[in-house]
C-alpha cells in the first residue's frame, strides 16, 4: 500500500481563523514532508520531519506550524494566514531522509485564503 | 546548491505520436539521484523512475523510457505513442545523496495529448 492521504481535500479560511491540514501514510516511512505549490509552479519544500523531528525548515513563516505526533501522522497548523498562502499543500513520505529513496505524495489539500 | 532545468514548458502532440521531454541538472555533489514526476489535474505527483548518479544505463518501461548522460547533465524522458492519458505536467527532480532528501523540482513540463 503505497497511500499517502491528506485531510480536507479544499479549505477556505479567512486571514484570522486557525485550521490545520492532516497528513497520514502507513507504509512505516519515517520521513515525512509538507510542500507548498503555486499554480504553474513546481512544489517547494517547507519541512522535512525525519523520526518524528524536524529536521528542514526552509525558513517558512511561523504563521506555519508543522507538528508530527507519531510517525504516521503530520500535521500542519495555519494562523493569521495571508492570501498569498492560498496554494495546494501536498504532504509526501519516504522511508528515510535519503535521496536513495523517492517520495510517495499525497493528492493535496487546496487552500484558499480569503 | 542543486538545479533542475526542463526548457519546455509546455508540449502539445497529436495522439501516437513520440513525444521527448527534456531535463538539465547541475549539482557539485557525486553522488546525487533524478526523479521524474507525473502530475494529473487531480494534483497528485505519481512518482515514476529513480535513477543514481552511478546508474547511466537507460531505462524502458512500457512505452516510457528514460535516457541518462552524465557528460551532458541530462535525464531526457521520452513517451512512444502518446496517449491522451499521457496529458499532464511532468517533474524532473535532483537530490543529492546526503541533504535530508531535499528534492529540487524543475519547472515542470505541460504536455497535451490530443486525440
Redesign the interface.
Known sequence: DTEVTQTPKHLVMGMTNKKSLKCEQHMGHR?M?WYKQKAK???E?MF?Y?YEKL??NESVPSRFSPECPNSSLLNLHLHALQPEDSA?Y?C?S?P?????????????T?LTVT | AQKVTQAQTEISVVEKEDVTLDCVYETRDTTYYLFWYKQPPSGELVFLIRRNSFDEQNEISGRYSWNFQKSTSSFNFTITASQVVDSAVYFCALSEAYNNNDMRFGAGTRLTVKP
Open positions: 520521513a514532508y509552479k513546481p512544489p519544500l522535512v525525519s529536521s528542514i495546494l501536498l509526501a519516504s528515510r531522509t535519503s535521496g536513495t529513496y523517492e517520495q510517495y505524495f499525497g493528492p493535496g487546496r
